[in-house]
């Protein structure tokens, strides 16, 4: 299911809570390749275990997986953990490579290069590669694909107009492509996005999903029901974890991916139930379901208190605005 348009917080609402996400996974600081001290789980680890609870914003589901589509934070943080990104967001919210080794910029500020990691595989052997990223990013701004939030990747030369054009009735894809234009494969490895003017922030913008990286060839046996397939078998994912159970009830579990090409997260799998109210999943967390859970404003005095949490509270930059009708 869609989700719908609502009222959207700006990119680093979404992000913030990602980077944190992230860190918690790799034990201290971003894993790979950021520099951190080698891990002492205290856990062994068949133990290694994480059950957070949350808010599901589709009556107690995800709305999507799929990247080119993702509106919700929450949509976010599961899409990231198995759809890698050429870049990310390190603890202070600095933009830093990831799936790309290093990036460069022409001197007029119009050519961004990126040189990709090699040896990068999906969880079922298949690469992940330049013709990956070109693929998925002309994906999400094809008009066929219906993302509402393909403004995200406008920088591009021609990419507003591409994705505006209408998209032929019945069609799967459009014909036309922004590959080859102004997103070129330089080789398997280099990746060259041309924008229309020079944009400061296009390295931010690229962190939302709609430039992550997604399999071409689900894709194109499940058309648009492929994020429904995406725990079948033994599971898929292309970061550092794959899903293995989605069942559109509230339960996802994500496997620690042993193909991921950095150092691998100490959580070697995650359980997330979502709920489609506050109320009903703050009880579950009292009641000693789960390791993460989020009070209702009227118990955060209690939430401090409560012998089983180590309560934390962290800022977050957010706006929100009333629409005339």
């Given at each position: 299911?869609?989700?719908?348009?609502?009222?959207?917080s700006w990119?680093?609402?979404?992000?913030?809570?990602?980077?944190?996400?992230l860190?918690?996974?790799?034990?201290?600081?971003?894993?790979?390749p950021?520099?951190?001290?080698t891990?002492?789980?205290?856990l062994p680890?068949?133990?290694?275990?994480?059950?957070?609870?949350?808010?599901?914003?589709?009556?107690?589901?995800?709305?999507?997986?799929?990247?080119?589509?993702?509106?919700?934070?929450?949509?976010?943080d599961?899409?990231?953990?198995?759809?890698?990104?050429?870049?990310?967001?390190?603890k202070?919210?600095?933009?830093?490579?990831?799936?790309?080794?290093?990036?460069?910029?022409?001197s007029?500020?119009?050519?961004?290069?990126f040189?990709l990691?090699?040896?990068?595989?999906?969880?079922?052997?298949?690469?992940?590669?330049?013709?990956?990223?070109?693929?998925?990013i002309n994906?999400?701004?094809?008009?066929?694909?219906?993302?509402?939030?393909?403004?995200?990747?406008?920088?591009?030369?021609g990419?507003?107009?591409?994705?505006?054009?209408?998209?032929?009735?019945?069609?799967?894809?459009s014909?036309?492509?922004?590959?080859?234009?102004?997103?070129?494969?330089?080789?398997?490895?280099?990746?060259?996005l041309?924008?229309?003017?020079?944009?400061?922030?296009?390295?931010?913008?690229l962190s939302?999903?709609?430039?992550?990286?997604?399999?071409?060839?689900?894709?194109?046996?499940?058309?648009?029901k492929?994020?429904?397939?995406?725990a079948?078998?033994?599971?898929?994912?292309?970061?550092?974890?794959?899903?293995?159970?989605?069942?559109?009830?509230?339960?996802l579990?994500f496997?620690r991916?042993?193909?991921?090409?950095?150092?691998?997260?100490?959580?070697?799998?995650?359980?997330?139930?979502?709920?489609?109210?506050?109320?009903?999943?703050?009880s579950?967390?009292?009641?000693g379901?789960?390791?993460?859970?989020y009070p209702?404003?009227?118990?955060?005095?209690?939430a401090?208190?409560?012998?089983?949490?180590?309560?934390?509270q962290?800022?977050?930059?957010?706006?929100?605005?009333?629409?005339?009708n």
């Amino acid at each position: 299911m869609r989700a719908p348009r609502r009222i959207r917080s700006w990119l680093w609402q979404t992000v913030a809570f990602v980077a944190l996400v992230l860190t918690l996974l790799a034990g201290c600081g971003l894993p790979w390749p950021f520099p951190q001290p080698t891990p002492d789980p205290k856990l062994p680890d068949a133990q290694q275990i994480m059950q957070p609870l949350e808010i599901g914003p589709n009556a107690g589901d995800l709305a999507t997986l799929d990247p080119a589509l993702v509106n919700f934070g929450v949509d976010y943080d599961k899409a990231q953990l198995i759809f890698p990104g050429l870049v990310t967001l390190d603890k202070q919210q600095h933009i830093v490579d990831w799936a790309a080794e290093k990036h460069e910029v022409s001197s007029d500020g119009l050519t961004w290069t990126f040189h990709l990691r090699k040896g990068m595989q999906w969880s079922d052997g298949a690469p992940i590669d330049a013709a990956t990223f070109a693929y998925s990013i002309n994906r999400a701004l094809d008009p066929c694909t219906g993302s509402d939030v393909a403004s995200y990747l406008y920088n591009i030369k021609g990419a507003q107009g591409f994705n505006s054009s209408p998209c032929p009735v019945g069609a799967k894809s459009s014909a036309n492509s922004l590959i080859g234009t102004s997103i070129v494969i330089t080789d398997p490895f280099t990746l060259k996005l041309t924008l229309e003017r020079p944009a400061g922030y296009f390295l931010a913008a690229l962190s939302y999903p709609t430039s992550w990286a997604v399999p071409k060839s689900l894709i194109d046996q499940y058309g648009e029901k492929w994020t429904d397939h995406l725990a079948d078998n033994e599971g898929f994912g292309g970061n550092l974890f794959k899903l293995t159970r989605w069942d559109h009830q509230g339960h996802l579990d994500f496997e620690r991916n042993e193909r991921f090409w950095g150092q691998k997260p100490i959580l070697r799998r995650l359980e997330y139930t979502l709920y489609r109210d506050t109320d009903a999943e703050w009880s579950n967390y009292k009641a000693g379901a789960g390791d993460i859970g989020y009070p209702t404003a009227t118990e955060l005095a209690n939430a401090r208190s409560l012998k089983r949490s180590n309560f934390h509270q962290v800022p977050e930059l957010d706006f929100f605005y009333l629409v005339p009708n």
